[in-house]
């Protein structure tokens, strides 16, 4: 069974500075990988996935993802961090073969960017 | 281009009472997924639909039940409501195939049990 962890249940950062929000995973093969984000009292919002080739993805709003295998981790990253980033973070996998069609969520990350 | 929408936003049930949610997908999609995301935890999954049959199930009870509709909408049944069945439901749409297609989701149902 796939499984995903995210280690810190709150990250803080200063607007403009770099933010990262941590992701490993564990599935059998090789695996997709997803980012979402939701706000407050809101469904979930598609930043970006990973499914083959650079290990670099590019997302929304100046998101950006870094795939590594030999560490099994999927971080989500953005150069400048702006308030409104401020949300809860979700990191999602799905393997590439198998029966299992449904996404696999960690428990999330809640981002705060202060100003 | 319509995204997913879910109704109702809100409701409030007691124990031991039937509720039913309903979903309708984005444009073009064939496949509606349903999640439970209870306070603080991330979404688990319930089950999936794709040509009016369930495709697969999470670790849920019998008592989640679903269908879904030749224009593709879905819904979501669940049977003598617990206390600890109050979350937010979501539900998912995408096209079927692939597993790297992508899931887009509603804003969700929040359901309360009192």
């Known amino acids: 069974a796939q499984s995903v962890a995210q280690p810190e249940d709150q990250v803080n950062v200063a607007e403009g500075n770099p933010l990262t929000v941590k992701c490993t995973y564990s599935?059998?093969?090789?695996?997709?990988l997803f980012w979402y984000v939701q706000y407050p009292n809101r469904g979930l919002q598609f930043l970006l996935k990973?499914?083959?080739?650079?290990?670099l993805v590019k997302g929304s709003y100046g998101f950006e993802a870094e795939f590594n295998k030999s560490q099994t981790s999927f971080h989500l990253k953005k150069p400048s961090a702006l308030v409104s980033d401020s949300a809860l973070y979700f990191c999602?996998?799905?393997?590439?073969?198998?029966?299992?069609?449904?996404?696999?969520f960690g428990s999330g990350t809640q981002l705060t960017v202060l100003p | 281009d319509a995204g997913v929408t879910q109704s109702p936003t809100h409701l409030i049930k007691t124990r031991g009472q039937q509720v039913t949610l309903r979903c309708s997908p984005k444009?073009?999609?064939?496949?509606v997924s349903w999640y439970q995301q209870a306070l603080g935890q991330g979404p688990q999954f319930i089950f999936q639909?794709?040509?009016?049959?369930?495709?697969q199930r999470g670790n849920f009870p019998d008592r989640f039940s679903g269908h879904q509709f030749p224009n593709y909408s879905s819904e979501l049944n669940v049977n003598a409501l617990l206390l600890g069945d109050s979350a937010l439901y979501l539900c998912?749409?995408?096209?079927?195939?692939?597993?790297?297609?992508?899931?887009?989701f509603g804003p969700g149902t929040r359901l309360t049990v009192l």
């Open positions: 990973y499914i083959t080739g650079d290990n």
């Open positions: 998912a749409s995408s096209l079927y195939g692939t597993s790297a297609n992508t899931q887009y």
């Open positions: 999602a996998v799905r393997p590439t073969f198998g029966s299992a069609r449904q996404l696999t």
């Open positions: 599935v059998s093969g090789n695996p997709y």
């Open positions: 444009s073009g999609h064939d496949t």
């Open positions: 639909y794709y040509e009016e049959e369930e495709r």
